[in-house]
Structures are given as C-alpha cells and as structure tokens.
C-alpha cells in the first residue's frame, strides 16, 4: 500500500515538475514572436512549394530538437491565424523615401521601371547556382579557411548577420554591399520588429538608415544564447531545417570596389578614425594627420584604392582584428557550406531576383522590394580602377577572395589577372 502511493505521489510530482518546465520555456519563446512556418526547402519538384501543417508528422529529430519542435508545432494553428490577421494590416506605404543620408542623397534612387527579363528562367537559375555551391562545397581538392568545419563549431560571434523573421520562417544573412540596407528593411516590415509611433512599419523605405543598421533591431543567431541559453543551438538547427534561408552576393572585386567608394570617397567619421588613419600612416607615410574626416578632406588628404588594396593584402590586418563586414569574405559572413541556402540572389540581377524571391515567400502583395540605387558599382568598372593596382598584388587579391568567386559562380577575372 505504502508503495503504491509513493509511486501515485512521484508521478505526480513529476508532471508537476514537467508542466512548470513547460510554462516557463514557453513564457521565454513566446516572448520572440516564435511563429513557426515552414520554407520551401529542396528537394521538392519545380514549382511546388511544400509546406507543414500542425498535424504533419515532422521528421525525427534528436532528444531536445524534437521535444522543442513538437512543443512549438502545438501552437502553430493559433500562431498561424494571428500572423495572417496581422498580415492583412500591412500596405504600401508612401511611393518615395525621405532621404536623409549622405551616401543615399548622393546616389539617390533609381525610380524607373525595371521589366524582367522574360528568357531569364529563374528556377532553373537557382538549381544551378545552388548545385555550384554544393559541388564545391563537397570538392575535397578545393580548400579555403573554415570550410570543413561543422555549424556546431561557428563561434556564436559569427552568427550575427543571420536575421530572423519567425513570423514567416525566414532567415537572411546580410552581407554587406549588397544591397543589405533594403533587404533589412524588408525583413523589419515582415517580423515588425520595428514601431513607428506605435505602428509597424508597411513602407521598407520609411524606415530611417540608421534603425536599419541599429543591431537591436533585428534578432540575430548571435541573440540567442541570452535568449534561449543552452536551447540556442538546437533552436537554430530546427529553424535552419523548416524556414527559408536566403542571401544575396555580388562579384567580389567589385564589392570591394563599391565599398571603398562609399566608406573612403564619402567623408565617413567613423571609418576615417577607424581605418583611413591607419593607413595613410602605414602605407602613405603620413603623419600628424587631422583628428576628423571633414579637416582630412578639406588638406587634400584621402585614402587611395591602392592604400586600401595593401591594408587587404597586410597580414597585419587579420592579426589585430578581424576584416570589417564591408570587405570580409562572404564565407565568412555567411557560411554557405555549413547552411544550405533555399535562395541564392545576385546584385547583378537583383530586380528580377527580388521580384521571383518574394514571390516565392507569398509576401509579394505586403510589399515591394525598394528601388535601386542609381550608378551602382558596375563590373565594367574593374579594369580601371585596378590599372594602377601591381599585378603581383592582384594576384594575391584574388587568392584572398578565391572562395567567393568559386562558390558564387563569378568567372576568374583572367584580364586583370595577367600581363
């Protein structure tokens, strides 16, 4: 008898226990909007789209993967009615921005139409984009830095430009010059992670610059672990299965080109304070420099691309810290070998990529993808500005962001490669 009531009085402290643990895991998800949608993830014929409903068996996930996807798939009928309700509030907001920022003012925005290219087969472009990521990926002949490392080894600090939008499952990894401003803007419209005298924002170019590149604005894999504590690495996994992962990218030389001339052409305090100092002093021999960027200019006194090529180059730079996110390789930023991308956009074709992408999410009739920016860096733009450039040095150049060429399916650039 004295047994029997023992056992009756563990179980029930045990599902005390477990309903307590519960209430207080769920009281910590539900307060990140933790609304789990499902992505289109391959393999899945073309055009179709797959998606999960609450009652869908989900594939066999280890321990605590599959105790927290269980747990969260639960509430996903109630989640799923509340984010469509919140959709339905979202509409175009004003047709043009207010442009408040020095590098927006003096590129502006390009307003004219942009019709998409009919012969430009978009799904079949994604397949082969994405089967020459993986094919290098998996090519044990082709070595780069950090490639054969697994997603449990990323640092938490390298998780940071992925962006999480639970409200639709989407993940985007930012990199930078790359039209990253208005990808984010896009993703703080969709998560309404972002208040506008109480009111989310429904425009994308509403949003100020500077609350688009606040790092409190978005939630971030790097986020996690304050928030979820030693559940962050297995929540980052489930999300990584179900949402939709997506970056864009752009040929490496002229990304750098494009960064140079927005960080070192413009006067920019805190890149001035940061790195043009440094190296006008290293690889100019300057000395007793102005303290701001506005007195630099007015002497005359500037940063060349060939300054900025040997900084690249210096093996200095990586020992004092790590490449700035404006000219760190994508790889780096993004881990395309360790994260298997849905979607793989290019700068090159970014109005018709855009345009397919956010028809692919079914958020294209919340928004539109911002205009671009009017003389964009362009690629026919390489050769003169690495004519000075040694070609030793752009040898080396290439070597340094091999990876992103190769994994992105930008060709070699043989004319500045050679005599």
């Not at 643990?21 to 998800?29: A, E, M």
Request: net charge positive.
């Amino acid at each position: 008898m004295t047994k029997a009531r023992l056992l009756r009085l563990s179980v029930v402290l045990v599902s005390i226990f477990m309903i307590l643990l519960i209430i207080v895991y769920w009281d910590n998800v539900g307060t990140a909007h933790f609304y789990l949608h499902t992505s289109f993830s391959r393999p899945h014929s073309p055009g179709a789209i797959p998606g999960i409903t609450a009652g869908e068996d989900w594939e066999a996930l280890p321990d605590v993967d599959e105790f927290l996807a269980k747990l969260l798939s639960s509430s996903l009928k109630q989640n799923s009615s509340i984010s469509r309700k919140t959709e339905q509030l979202l509409v175009q907001g004003s047709s043009k921005p207010v442009v408040s920022n020095l590098e927006e003012n003096v590129r502006g925005y390009d307003w004219s139409t942009h019709n998409a290219r009919n012969s430009l087969d978009q799904e079949k472009l994604q397949i082969e984009r994405q089967r020459t990521l993986r094919e290098f990926c998996a090519n044990s002949s082709f070595a780069f830095p950090t490639k054969e490392r697994s997603f449990d080894d990323i640092p938490n600090y390298e998780l940071n430009h992925l962006i999480v939008d639970d409200r639709h499952g989407i993940i985007y990894c930012y990199v930078p010059k790359v039209a990253c401003t208005n990808w984010k803007r896009v993703m703080i419209v969709l998560s309404e992670s972002l208040l506008d005298q109480g009111v989310p924002y429904r425009n994308p170019l509403d949003i100020p610059r500077e609350h688009v590149h606040n790092t409190s604005t978005h939630l971030t894999f790097n986020k996690f672990w304050r928030r979820y504590g030693k559940f962050s690495r297995h929540l980052m996994k489930i999300k990584l299965k179900k949402y939709t992962k997506f970056l864009f990218v752009r040929d490496p030389f002229v990304r750098l080109i494009s960064a140079f001339r927005s960080k070192f052409e413009l006067e920019n305090e805190e890149f001035y304070r940061r790195f043009a100092i440094p190296m006008l002093k290293l690889y100019s021999n300057h000395t007793n420099l102005p303290t701001s960027v506005s007195e630099a200019f007015g002497a005359g006194l500037k940063v060349s691309f060939s300054d900025f090529i040997q900084y690249l180059l210096d093996p200095r730079t990586e020992k004092m810290a790590p490449f700035n996110e404006h000219w760190r390789q994508v790889y780096r930023l993004c881990h395309p070998c360790q994260i298997d991308y849905d979607f793989i956009g290019k700068l090159e074709t970014l109005d018709e990529d855009a345009a397919y992408l956010l028809q692919l999410l079914k958020v294209d009739r919340l928004l539109r993808f911002p205009p671009s920016y009017r003389n964009r860096t362009a690629s026919s733009w390489e050769e003169d500005w690495f004519a000075k450039i040694p070609l030793a040095w752009r040898q080396q150049l290439y070597k340094l962001y091999e990876a992103d060429f190769v994994l992105f399916g930008y060709p070699k650039p043989e004319n500045l490669l050679k005599d």
